[in-house]
């Protein structure tokens, strides 16, 4: 009996999701918990992995598609079912699921490289029979262009004609704002490939140059309308990410509904980096960076002022019991705050070696979504990069983050006159309505002592 694979709701709330990835081909076989796919959330790419095992029948969404919460996004084969059987029985269960998600985003179009062989277009129960069987193409269809003609595509029941393209063609067409319906394939079986979302977008620059000579300005309109926006010399388009308009909405919503506010001070780390360089000359294994030593430092005072670790809801101010801390974490595609459990309780060594993991699964796209949820502050760093100071943007439900700069000699005042130290500024970004101005002092205070005295911070 066929399995369908429908996209998961990864957290609460989530009404779409997008397929970074499949992590399978059609044809293997896979066990409960395998992973099959990467998921791009609001927050992560993740690793989808089934609940009940089977063989790859074939995919229903491509590779960049958002897809409704319940969609159905691929097909299994039970023990002994064809993929040709599967995908027919399948068919009526995933127009059902689409139907009741209200998206018309999964495909039945497969990668090229698969024959029909193996994966037939997913139809209607007479695509198990062997006339609807592509054995003799090259590219997945679902035979000749008549019977095409009368199977509903999945991805859009209410069709009457179904359009074949390979994955790249439609995300070349997407991209350039091209109607996939109103381009005629070349392929095998009348399958729209990339030749032919190129040749169109050729054709459609081609009109909107002409048109001006041949008809006057009113004939542009139709290629134009087929273009996404007009090229500009100089200018490279990049299409936003998943990932980027998430980040985009969440720091509008957290700029312009949390009341923040900022306070900064300057911290002596002579002594931090002096206590550094001797545990990394005694534990080899394991390098300790000073970040390591400024998220110990963080959980000490929301340790030491509990009314900081908190979080403002509707209905109430959340209190923590254990000191949870979000990490930035720079990736290609953005940024990622994967959160550090009970930081209060882990050694230096231990903290280091868990930040280090979760940094390099974030980097990897391998982060689960459980990993990025939770806490009730945040650390940024910039140290690095040599900025000397900056303030952060609350991440919310978080109630603050401190915005951490670099460490360099400043002259500093002390009782004996001038002397030349090694300073670090930070600025901590504060929720007004969690953290009043003497509590955020308070807590600051807290953090600057343990900074200022590290030995403390390994008891």
């Not at 003609?149 to 091209?178: K, M, N, Q, Y």
């Not at 009730?376 to 900025?387: A, E, H, K």
Request: net charge negative.
């Amino acid at each position: 009996m066929p399995v369908l694979i429908r996209m998961p709701e990864i957290s609460a709330g989530t009404e779409s999701a997008a397929i970074a990835g499949w992590m399978v081909s059609v044809g293997d076989t896979l066990a409960p918990d395998d992973a099959i796919a990467d998921i791009e959330t609001d927050k992560a790419t993740i690793e989808y992995a089934v609940e009940e095992g089977g063989t790859v029948a074939g995919f229903l969404a491509e590779i960049g598609d958002t897809v409704a919460v319940g969609t159905p996004i691929a097909v299994l084969a039970g023990d002994g079912e064809s993929a040709a059987d599967a995908l027919a029985a399948a068919g009526s269960g995933a127009d059902a699921g689409n139907t009741a998600a209200g998206s018309a985003n999964a495909r039945a179009s497969v990668d090229d490289s698969v024959t029909d062989t193996t994966v037939p277009a997913v139809a209607t129960a007479t695509a198990a029979s062997p006339e609807a069987s592509c054995a003799a193409e090259t590219s997945c269809s679902t035979g000749d262009g008549s019977r095409g003609e009368t199977a509903p595509s999945v991805a859009d029941p209410g069709d009457h004609i179904r359009r074949f393209a390979s994955p790249i063609a439609r995300r070349l067409a997407r991209e350039r704002g091209l109607d996939i319906a109103a381009i005629t394939g070349t392929g095998p079986g009348g399958r729209i490939v990339r030749r032919d979302v190129e040749g169109a977008l050729d054709s459609a620059q081609a009109s909107t140059a002409a048109a001006p000579v041949a008809a006057g300005p009113a004939a542009t309109a139709p290629a134009a309308a087929s273009v996404s926006a007009p090229e500009r010399e100089g200018v490279t388009r990049i299409p936003h990410t998943g990932m980027r308009r998430a980040i985009a909405r969440r720091l509008t919503e957290s700029k312009t509904t949390v009341p923040h506010y900022y306070l900064k001070a300057d911290v002596r780390v002579d002594a931090l980096l002096e206590l550094r360089k001797q545990v990394n000359a005694a534990n080899s294994e394991t390098k300790i960076s000073v970040n390591d030593f400024i998220m110990k430092a963080v959980a000490g005072a929301l340790v030491e002022v509990p009314e900081a670790n908190a979080i403002w809801t509707d209905d109430a101010t959340e209190r923590f019991d254990s000191v949870d801390i979000a990490v930035a974490v720079s990736i290609d595609a953005g940024l990622l705050t994967p959160v550090v459990r009970g930081v209060e309780q882990l050694s230096i060594s231990a903290l280091s070696g868990t930040i280090r993991e979760l940094a390099d699964r974030a980097r990897d796209g391998k982060l689960r979504q459980h990993e990025l949820e939770g806490g009730s502050f945040s650390v940024s760093n910039l140290g690095m990069y040599g900025v000397e100071e900056f303030a952060a943007i609350i991440n919310p439900p978080h109630s603050g983050i401190l915005a951490v700069g670099t460490a360099s000699p400043r002259p500093v005042v002390t009782d004996s006159g001038i002397e030349s130290a090694t300073v670090m500024t930070v600025t901590l970004s504060a929720d007004h309505r969690v953290m009043d101005g003497a509590l955020a002092a308070t807590w600051l205070a807290a953090f600057k002592r343990r900074v200022e005295n590290p030995l403390t911070l390994l008891v």
